[in-house]
């Protein structure tokens, strides 16, 4: 009797996997405000509304985690830390600048089509 071997692959699409580290509602405007350069977490307080310490730290450590953001320990006290952007977060900011091209396109066109439906 002949057994067969099964070899199990990761079959994990990319988009799939790349959509799923920057899942969650904070971990883009996160991204975006650290195109701006290096930030301390209560920066993140004063451009982004409605968040709490909780979830920031939750959404930072995901995303240091996947290696998008850098965190630095500055010991002194009281303790201090900052984020910036990894090289592969820099690679991510440029995917969301043509994510927001996009965007712009996509609201154009429909721009367009309720003029039209409104003309009708």
Known sequence: MKTKLRV???????LEHAVNTISGKWKIPIVW???????????????????????????????????????????QKPLEVEYQLTTSG??????????????NNLLDNQLIIAKQQILE
């Open 33 to 75: 405000h650290l195109n701006q350069g290096i930030k301390r977490p209560a920066d993140f307080f004063m451009h982004i509304a409605d968040m709490n310490r909780r979830v920031l730290s939750r959404q930072l450590k995901e995303l240091e985690e996947s290696g998008i953001i850098f965190k630095t320990i500055i010991r």
């Open 90 to 103: 820099n690679q991510l900011v440029a995917a969301l600048w043509k994510l927001n091209d996009w965007g």
């Open 8 to 14: 199990s692959e990761n079959k994990t699409c990319p």
